[in-house]
């Protein structure tokens, strides 16, 4: 049997949701309900049932869960009423701006006995899940520092990701996913944060952000998001104790250098702009193994699977609060170390 769901917001994260519950193998969709009625109309010219209020919608009880995608600065509330009401709730991620406030929605669910999750969709990217194969299977050997970005040039959409009180900027629309990627591959204590911010387009909000996170082991991780840059860099980039790896854009696939021998019995120089080089020169396949990683299997719809089968009690939620809670401090983290220009020593 189906378990239906209800979506509050029908903007463009909205109508996503919808989407997949339409055609989903395990949800089925009782209708949406947006605070602009243009948006209501445009559910109901695409066969949808648009309610008359969001109490209207939580006072159903055909409704068993409810998926939040509005803007961050209205989740806390809408959550804890959709708790309240009895319903199972989903929030679109950022799940909120402060760590409080995380946990004050944390609390709601575990007085109200329901299920509550943050989508984190970006667990199922391809490129992520790659870099994540390649590390955890040890062929290159092990982590040292992981580059992870996304470039852009439009600048922030005109919308509400401009404005501070809506929960606007680049660290919590973009940052939060990559965060997120990052400390599902290295799993250890973060010791250190450093984080520079960018104001190119935009003064109220970050529109791109630099940030090193240094790790109990030596660990590295550094991540990047910019939305002035019209040339990307690397979407991914791996150093490992054996090897390297790259991704140069998300729709192509990981390079892999693997290390054979660390010496050749002659490097010959290469000759530079304005001069000779051994330590530059560049390796041949008596030391390196070069090859391109298989692309992994992935469908964004198991985060769906998986929540409705921890509603039957057949699986824990894949996106579990204390990770959500844990990319949050690293955010507040991140946002006082660029106010405060300096790093910050932490035990995340």
Not at 27 to 52: T, W
Not at 252 to 272: D, F, H, S, Y
Not at 331 to 340: L, P, Q, R, W, Y
Request: aromatic share 8%.
């Amino acid at each position: 049997m189906k378990r239906t769901f209800a979506v509050i917001g029908y903007g463009g994260q909205g109508a996503w949701h919808t989407r997949q519950i339409l055609s989903s193998d395990v949800a089925a969709l009782s209708g949406v309900y947006d605070i602009d009625p243009a948006k209501n109309a445009a559910a109901e010219k695409n066969g949808i049932r648009a309610y008359a209020s969001v109490d209207g919608l939580l006072a159903d009880g055909g409704v068993e869960s409810v998926v939040i995608a509005v803007p961050n600065d209205a989740h806390k509330e809408l959550v804890i009423k959709s708790l309240e009401a009895g319903k199972n709730v989903i929030c679109e991620k950022p799940v909120e701006m402060t760590v409080a406030a995380f946990d004050d929605m944390t609390a709601a669910a575990g007085r109200a006995g329901k299920l509550f999750t943050v989508h984190q969709n970006r667990r199922w990217d391809v490129d992520y899940l790659a870099m994540k194969k390649i590390v955890e299977s040890g062929e290159i050997g092990g982590l040292i520092n992981i580059e992870s970005r996304i470039h852009g040039s439009r600048g922030i959409p005109s919308d509400w990701r401009c404005a501070k009180k809506q929960g606007g900027g680049m660290m919590l629309d973009w940052g939060v996913h990559l965060i997120d990627q990052v400390l599902q591959i290295i799993k250890e204590k973060i010791v250190r944060i450093y984080c520079t911010e960018t104001h190119i387009t935009n003064t109220e909000v970050d529109d791109g952000f630099k940030l090193t996170l240094y790790f109990e082991s030596g660990k590295t991780a550094y991540v990047e998001v910019g939305t002035y840059n019209f040339i990307a860099m690397p979407r991914f980039y791996l150093q490992c104790e054996k090897g390297s790896a790259i991704i140069e854009d998300w729709r192509k696939n990981a390079q892999v250098a693997r290390m054979k021998a660390w010496n050749e019995k002659e490097v010959l120089p290469v000759q530079t702009a304005a001069g000779i080089t051994k330590t530059m020169a560049p390796r041949d396949e008596i030391t390196l193994d070069i090859y391109e990683a298989e692309r992994p299997v992935s469908d964004v719809h198991d985060f769906y699977r998986n929540f409705c089968a921890a509603l039957d009690n057949k699986a824990e939620l894949t996106v579990r609060h204390s990770e959500v809670r844990r990319v949050m401090q690293v955010m507040e983290a991140a946002f006082a170390s660029s106010d405060k220009e300096q790093a910050l020593e932490v035990r995340i």
